[in-house]
C-alpha cells in the first residue's frame, strides 16, 4: 500500500478522491471542493507531507473563495508549519494576504515562493511586483490609469489598494458626522481608495422598471449580508455608518484606524456574536443601506470602463458613505471596478469638510430644495444660503426658475437678463459663478442652439468662460468639461493657446482627478466629447 494511503484508502482510492476533486474544480463547486481535500488532509495527516501539504493549499483556496478567510490563512499555516517552502502554499498565503491589503506580509509570500522552482516561479514573480506597487499606492494614493484608458478600457480593470489620505471623520457644523480635510490640498489629488463591501449591477432596458431594480437591490442586499456574516470587520465597520434615526449625540465619531486593512487582526477568525446570519442586525443593516447607498451614476460620479450594458450600479462604500451633501461641494469620486477614487474637485483648506453632491446640483434652487427634503435634509451650504438672502438678486432668481420649470421661456432672454442683473449689481465672481450653475440648463440650451447664438450670443459671455465659471461653483463634472471644450474649440475668451490648455486640463482634473496622465486625459476628453454627440443623435 502506498505511504499516502488513509483511514483505510488505498492509492486507487486517493486518485478517486483527485478525480473528484478535479471535477468539483471545474463546477467551481468550493464547499464540496473543500470536503474532498478536507477527506485527503485527514488521510495524509500522519503519512505524506507532500499530499497533505497540497491539499491544505488547495483547501486554503477554496475557503478564501467561500469567505472564510480566517480558516484559509490557518490552512497555509499549517502546511507550512510543515514545509516552510511549499510553492502552493505559499501563493495561496500571499493571494489571501493580498486580498486583505496586507501587500508587504504579501510579498514576503511571494518572494519565498520565488526559489521553489519553476513551479508556480513565474505567477509569485508578477504577483511579487504587483504587491510592491500596491503597498506604494495604499502609502502615498498615487494612481494611474493611462495605459488602461489608452486601451480603451480593454482588458481586466487594474487593481487598486485602499487608501485613506489626509481626512478625518469628525462633527459637522450642519449636524452630524463629516470627512474633514487634515491639510490643504489641491484640485485632482486623490483622497481616499474605498472598495465596496458589494455591488449590484444589472442591465434594465426601461430606466423606469422598478421591478427590474428591485431584483438588482435584493441581490446587492443578500451580498452584504454574506459579506457582514463572514466578516467581522465588515459588520463592525457597516455598524459604524448611520441608520437615519438615531440623535445626532448617539452617533460615534470612529476611530479612522478602523478603515484600514491593517486595523484587521488576522489571527482571530470569528468573533462573538458574528458568523450566523441570525446572529447579524439585518434590520440595522437594511436601514443603513437604506440611506447609505452609492449610485454608480450619480451627478457626483465617472464610472470608467463601463462597456455601455450595465445601466444600473449600485454599492456600498464604507468612509465615502461619511461624506455630506454640499451644493458648493468640493469633491467627486470615480468608479474602477468595484473601487470609488474620492478626489478634490477642488482646493480645499486644511479644516474645511469635504462635501459631494448627493443630486444634481445644476438646478435652481427651488428644485435643490425638492431633492434635499427627499433625501430628508436642508442644505445649507453658502450657495444656498446665498440664494435664499441676497436681496439684490434673490427675486429675479424666481423669477427666472419659474419661467425655467414652466417651460417655453426663450432661453437666450433669460440667459441676457440674468447676465445683466449681475452685471449691474456689481455680483462677486464667486456667485455670479452659483447662478450659472443654478441656470446650467438654461445657458447649454442656449449655447447649444445656433439660432438663439445667432441672435443672443454677443450679449452673453463665452461658452468656455461660462464652463470655466460654473466648475468654481460645483468642481467641475462632464457636462461642465463638454462645454469647456467645445467653447475651447472656438477660442472665444478663453486666451491663448497654453492658456486654454491649462484650463482644460484643470476642468479635467477636477472632473476625474489626478489618475491619469495628460495624454490619457485627451483620450478622455475624446469620449467625453464623443458622448456629447451621441446624446445629440
Not at 130 to 140: I, K, P, Y
Not at 168 to 188: I, P, Q, T, Y
Not at 234 to 250: D, F, N, R, W
Not at 326 to 331: E, G, K, Q, R, V
Amino acid at each position: 500500500m502506498a505511504a499516502a494511503a488513509m483511514d483505510g484508502l488505498d492509492e486507487e482510492s486517493l486518485q478517486e478522491l483527485r478525480s473528484q476533486a478535479t471535477r468539483l474544480l471545474l463546477k467551481e463547486d468550493w464547499e464540496g471542493y473543500a470536503a474532498v481535500c478536507s477527506r485527503i488532509v485527514r488521510g495524509a495527516a500522519a503519512t505524506d507531507r507532500r499530499v497533505l501539504c497540497s491539499a491544505l493549499a488547495h483547501r486554503a483556496d477554496a475557503r478564501a473563495r467561500l469567505g472564510d478567510r480566517p480558516g484559509a490563512l490557518a490552512d497555509c499555516d499549517a502546511a507550512l508549519a510543515a514545509d516552510p517552502a511549499h510553492p502552493a502554499a505559499l501563493l495561496a498565503k500571499g493571494a489571501l494576504l493580498r486580498g486583505l491589503g496586507r501587500y508587504a506580509l504579501a510579498a514576503d509570500c511571494f518572494r519565498a515562493a520565488l526559489p521553489a522552482g519553476a513551479s508556480g516561479a513565474d505567477e509569485a514573480r508578477e504577483m511579487l511586483d504587483q504587491c510592491r506597487r500596491l503597498e506604494a499606492q495604499a502609502r502615498s494614493g498615487a494612481v494611474d490609469l493611462s495605459d488602461w484608458v489608452l486601451a480603451g478600457f480593454s482588458g481586466k480593470c487594474p487593481d487598486l489598494a485602499e487608501f485613506v489620505g489626509p481626512v478625518e471623520v469628525r462633527r459637522s457644523a450642519h449636524g452630524g458626522r463629516g470627512v474633514f480635510a487634515l491639510k490643504s490640498v489641491e484640485a485632482g489629488a486623490v483622497l481616499m481608495i474605498s472598495k465596496a463591501v458589494a455591488t449590484g449591477r444589472g442591465v434594465i432596458p426601461d430606466a423606469a422598471d422598478s421591478d427590474e431594480k428591485m431584483v438588482v437591490w435584493k441581490d446587492f442586499v443578500d451580498k452584504v449580508l454574506d459579506a457582514a456574516e463572514r466578516c467581522p470587520r465588515t459588520a463592525s465597520l457597516i455598524y459604524t455608518l448611520s441608520t437615519g434615526e438615531e440623535q445626532e449625540e448617539e452617533l460615534a465619531v470612529p476611530d479612522m484606524a478602523l478603515f484600514k486593512p491593517e486595523s484587521e487582526d488576522l489571527s482571530d477568525g470569528v468573533q462573538a456574536g458574528i458568523g450566523t446570519r441570525e446572529a447579524l442586525d439585518v434590520d440595522r443593516i437594511m436601514k443603513v443601506l437604506d440611506v447609505n447607498c452609492l449610485t454608480e451614476d450619480a451627478p457626483s460620479a465617472n464610472l470608467l470602463g463601463n462597456s455601455g450594458i450595465v445601466n444600473c450600479g449600485v454599492g456600498l462604500w464604507i468612509l465615502p458613505s461619511f461624506l455630506n451633501h454640499s451644493c458648493h461641494p468640493n469633491a467627486r469620486r470615480t468608479h474602477v471596478g468595484d473601487h470609488a477614487i474620492v478626489h478634490a474637485s477642488r482646493d480645499i483648506k486644511a479644516g474645511e469638510e469635504v462635501t459631494f453632491p448627493y443630486f444634481d446640483v445644476l438646478t435652481p434652487a427651488g428644485k435643490r430644495r425638492e431633492a434635499a427634503r427627499a433625501w430628508e435634509f436642508e442644505c445649507r451650504c453658502d450657495r444656498c444660503r446665498f440664494e435664499a438672502e441676497d436681496a439684490v438678486l434673490r427675486q429675479e432668481l424666481v423669477r427666472s426658475e419659474n419661467e425655467l420649470v414652466n417651460g417655453g421661456a426663450d432661453m437666450g432672454a433669460l440667459v441676457v437678463r440674468l447676465e445683466d442683473k449681475m452685471r449691474k449689481s456689481m455680483v462677486k465672481e464667486k456667485r455670479k459663478a452659483f447662478v450659472r450653475a443654478s441656470f446650467w440648463s438654461a445657458y447649454s440650451s442656449l449655447f447649444d442652439n445656433g439660432r438663439l447664438m445667432r441672435k443672443w450670443g454677443r450679449k452673453v459671455p463665452g461658452e468656455a468662460v461660462v464652463a470655466e465659471s460654473v466648475a468654481g461653483a460645483v468642481g467641475g463634472g462632464e457636462s461642465v468639461l463638454r462645454a469647456m471644450l467645445r467653447g475651447a474649440n472656438e477660442g472665444n475668451g478663453c486666451g491663448n493657446r497654453l492658456e486654454v490648455e491649462d484650463k482644460v486640463v484643470r476642468i479635467g482634473r477636477a472632473t476625474y482627478g489626478k489618475v491619469v496622465k495628460r495624454q490619457a486625459m485627451r483620450a478622455l476628453f475624446r469620449l467625453t466629447l464623443e458622448s456629447d454627440n451621441c446624446k445629440s443623435l
